[in-house]
């Protein structure tokens, strides 16, 4: 899987949450292009959508990530890296 | 208790009382009960001068349906202990088969298929249909039916019944009297073998289809087949073919796996009203069924045949209230009490003088059952309950979603996460994230994690769909559709 595939990953799984950053379509695109890293705290997530967003990584990259691990990731660009390094 | 007479017994009195009544039937040959009697007979005579005597346990390795039905009962009249090592087997399961039930004969067509360390006896089927000598036969039944059933721990488990618990079963299918039974399904597999009994039991045709005739409509018209036993699979494709309806006014039975409500729709509007759903456990036979009129959302598999008890039971096994979901437990006249040579398996699965066929489901208000899955099959995320059948049932009600199979993923962090594979229809379109969509409007938080569009999904030899072959699929590095 490539960065943009994660990236493309984590968007949709966002999008799905419908958390509010997310609405924002030139915000999204700008990372789906790594342009623009966004701090997990902006997101405001809650533990559900945190669990979500863990589900679909794990599922989809066989990589694991305990949802209370997640905001000291710090940012979503970390967390492309994360799932990245745990890929390889 | 008064014990039932044999098979050998019975059919003694069917060809007594019906003699010119067919017993057999297929594309070429009729068989009378007379004519069955006097080939069984002489099964039994033979099969004596081959050395077989109360006690012996014999493989049958006979593809042939009638061959296999007459053996069957001749060695039911020789009080031996009989296993079916079925032809599409491998080598390797009818040598473990044998082994477990310490097999000193098998019986087949071929010597292709002898067993090391028993002796082999070639079924000479001239000589057995031309005589016509009466014989003696033990005053009371007293032979062992080894029946597989696939266990949940790896190896499959084994059910040995005796004649009487076979008979003690048949008396819930006594309206096979009445009709010409055809099972698509051979007589290799268990079920088929012990439906065949049944309706020998009771005195009914049993139709047997060369395995040349693919049109079952042709087949079943010509044959005057009154009953037509199918996998869900077959009865999907039967519904699917040009001249289904010619079949409006036979009874068609199936079962095995679970008939979502929209498949049992398709089937009663393409090809017959008639149609029935059962639920049986290898270990008991059959348990409920649902008749025409009976069928609806719920996919209720029915009302429990006569003398079946079934209660539903909580993790410390007190029974609860109709409506609530639970574990099925059962017993019924002809049950196993046991597995052979499994203690552990039948310690799990026999107790308290319950059968815990491992099912979930409910009993409803008006007495009809709903099997939601296999407890086993249950996927828990992050203490979640869910029912693979329930997202089975969702994923089918999509116009395009021909079957779908839900199934679990192990995960070190959430427990087990649900993901599901479907066929579409022939010609249907439809994107995974279509179907993630629509999985979410009706299941939320029960939905699969990921959805995958596969040309057919694994089935069995009976059309089962094999979920474990499934979760391959379902590695990281496999693209989606």
């Not at chain 1, 990953?9 to 799905?16: D, S, T």
């Not at chain 1, 967003?53 to 000291?72: F, K, R």
């Not at chain 2, 493989?59 to 202990?81: F, N, P």
Request: glycine residues 6%; hydrophobic residues 40%.
């Amino acid at each position: 899987m490539t960065d943009n595939e994660i990236r493309d990953l984590i968007a949709q799984q966002l999008e799905y949450a419908c958390l509010t950053v997310m609405r924002d379509k030139q915000l999204t695109a700008a990372f789906l292009e790594g342009r623009r890293d966004i701090a997990l705290g902006e997101l405001e997530m809650d533990s559900l959508a945190e669990m979500e967003l863990c589900i679909a990584i794990e599922i989809h990259t066989g990589v694991s990530i305990v949802p209370n691990d997640l905001q000291s990731i710090g940012t979503l660009n970390s967390l492309v890296d994360v799932v990245r390094k745990g890929m390889q | 208790m008064q014990l039932s007479p044999g098979f050998f017994e019975r059919l003694s009195q069917h060809a007594d009382r019906r003699p010119q009544h067919a017993a057999v039937v297929t594309a070429s040959v009729t068989l009378t009960y007379g004519d069955l009697l006097r080939r069984v007979q002489a099964g039994l005579e033979y099969f004596r001068r081959q050395g077989i005597v109360p006690g012996t346990v014999v493989g049958l390795t006979l593809d042939d349906e009638v061959d296999h039905l007459v053996a069957t009962l001749s060695l039911m009249a020789a009080g031996a202990g009989q296993i079916t090592l079925a032809t599409h087997d491998t080598p390797m399961l009818r040598a473990r088969l044998a082994q477990r039930v310490h097999l000193s004969h098998v019986v087949a067509a071929s010597d292709a298929f002898r067993v090391a360390g028993t002796a082999f006896i070639q079924l000479p089927r001239q000589e057995v249909a031309s005589s016509t000598l009466a014989a003696e036969v033990p005053a009371e039944p007293g032979s062992t039916l080894f029946l597989k059933t696939s266990g949940t721990t790896g190896d499959m488990n084994i059910v040995a019944f005796r004649e009487e618990q076979i008979a003690a079963q048949s008396h819930r299918h006594d309206d096979y009297a009445g009709e010409r039974l055809l099972r698509l399904a051979s007589i290799e597999h268990n079920n088929s073998k012990r439906h065949r009994l049944y309706c020998v039991w009771a005195g009914g045709t049993n139709v047997f289809r060369p395995r040349e005739a693919t049109d079952i409509v042709d087949f079943s018209l010509r044959h005057a087949v009154s009953c037509l036993d199918i996998s869900r699979m077959h009865a999907s494709d039967l519904a699917a073919s040009h001249n289904a309806r010619e079949l409006a006014g036979v009874k068609l039975r199936t079962g095995g796996s679970e008939v979502p409500f929209d498949v049992r729709r398709c089937i009663q509007d393409q090809v017959t009203q008639n149609l029935y759903v059962r639920y049986a456990a290898t270990e008991c036979g059959g348990i409920a069924m649902a008749r025409p009129g009976e069928h609806d959302a719920e996919a209720t598999v029915g009302r429990l045949l006569d003398e079946v008890e079934l209660q539903i039971v909580d993790a410390d096994d007190k029974t609860l209230p109709p409506g609530s979901v639970g574990e099925i437990r059962l017993r019924a006249p002809g049950m196993a009490t046991e597995y052979f040579d499994s203690p552990d398996e039948s310690a799990r699965r026999f107790r308290h003088n319950w059968f815990y066929p491992g099912d979930v489901g409910y009993l409803r208000a008006d007495g009809q059952l709903v099997v939601q899955g296999r407890k086993d099959d249950m996927i828990i995320l992050n203490g979640l309950n869910i029912c693979p059948a329930e997202i089975e049932r969702v994923l089918e009600s999509h116009p395009a979603v021909s079957v779908a199979a839900a199934l679990s993923l192990p995960s070190r962090i959430h427990g087990q996460i649900p993901v599901a594979a479907v066929e579409l229809h022939p010609n249907a379109v439809v994107t995974v994230s279509e179907l993630q969509q629509h999985a979410r409007q009706h299941l939320a938080l029960r939905s699969p994690r990921r959805i995958i569009i596969m040309a057919r999904l694994p089935r069995n030899s009976q059309g089962k769909i094999m979920r474990r072959e499934l979760r391959p699929c379902f590695q990281p590095s496999k693209s989606e559709t």
